[in-house]
């Protein structure tokens, strides 16, 4: 199969709004994305981050920065606050180049985030 541009999701919570927290479970998540699906550096297009209201006191970009994702477009958001929805939270969508097919990629999620998506496999 030739190379195609393929997203891949992830999420993670954090315990408080404290920014070694982001920054490392952002790291986390990134590595564990990368090394179950094995994706490279020059895989990669572009990673948008999500972060929950209550998380403020950091970007999750400046964590992925510390892993030399530098010169990989970032982009940070606010998720929209739906009433009831899983505090603290961290979501990822990478967009990258890869041979593999869609049904091959495995999402990853870590921490609390683990029950937002239990119908995927690890």
Same mark, same amino acid.
């Given at each position: ?15 408080? &709004? %404290?920014?070694?927290? =982001?920054?490392?479970? $952002?790291?986390?998540? +990134?590595?564990?994305? *990368?090394?179950?699906? #094995?994706?490279?550096? &020059? %895989?990669?297009?572009? =990673?948008?981050?999500? $972060?929950?209201?209550? +998380?403020?006191?950091? *970007?999750?970009?400046? #964590? ?59």
């Amino acid at each position: 199969m030739p190379p195609a541009v393929r997203a891949l999701r992830g999420a993670t919570t954090c315990d408080a &709004d %404290d920014p070694t927290q =982001i920054a490392e479970r $952002t790291v986390a998540l +990134l590595q564990e994305m *990368f090394a179950r699906n #094995g994706v490279e550096h &020059d %895989d990669l297009i572009s =990673i948008l981050f999500t $972060t929950t209201e209550d +998380l403020t006191s950091a *970007f999750p970009a400046a #964590g992925a920065r510390t892993i030399g994702l530098g010169d990989v477009p970032l982009l940070c958001a606010r998720e929209i606050p739906v009433p009831g929805s899983m505090p603290r939270c961290i979501r990822v969508l990478a967009h990258l180049e890869t041979e593999r097919a869609r049904s091959e990629l495995h999402h990853v999620y870590l921490e609390a985030a683990v029950s937002l998506r239990d119908d995927l496999p690890s």
